[in-house]
């Protein structure tokens, strides 16, 4: 009888225990990052073809990319800004591509090569483009974040 009242005992106070606790989780500062990516698409002539913006990925890998912001603020061109005693860290590269074959380009991605294994940072899918050789294109990568 002892066990049996020992073995409830026991159960009732893992059930009181298990309901009544609970997790919060707590975002680190420095953790997210907003970004912005502006697309240029132009043909051999130099004429716009396609203009997308976007700041909605898909995916985001944010110990990898505020490490390979890390070092691209360490290269110069980083603004730093005060706001209400917080302080945030601009971040802005640009990046031309010649295109040499015909493509249909669905997304985007953004991976650290500065390594010899490439490291995924960010993707975003888009409506699409075709590319066509000689064709070229421009993106504009706007990282935002706190510091």
Do not use: C
């Amino acid at each position: 009888m002892n066990f049996i009242l020992i073995f409830l005992i026991g159960i009732l106070s893992i059930t009181l225990l298990i309901s009544s606790s609970y997790a919060q989780n707590s975002p680190e500062p420095n953790q997210d990052v907003y970004i912005f990516v502006q697309t240029f698409v132009r043909n051999s002539d130099g004429q716009l073809l396609h203009y997308f913006e976007n700041d909605k990925f898909t995916n985001k890998n944010l110990v990898a990319l505020n490490i390979y912001l890390d070092l691209e603020a360490t290269r110069g061109g980083a603004t730093t800004y005060d706001i209400e005693g917080k302080k945030f860290q601009l971040i802005q590269r640009s990046k031309a591509l010649e295109i040499d074959s015909f493509q249909l380009v669905a997304s985007k991605k953004l991976e650290d090569r500065e390594n010899p294994v490439s490291t995924f940072l960010v993707r975003y899918a888009h409506d699409g483009y075709f590319l066509t050789p000689g064709d070229e294109v421009t993106q504009v990568w706007t990282f935002f974040r706190e510091i």
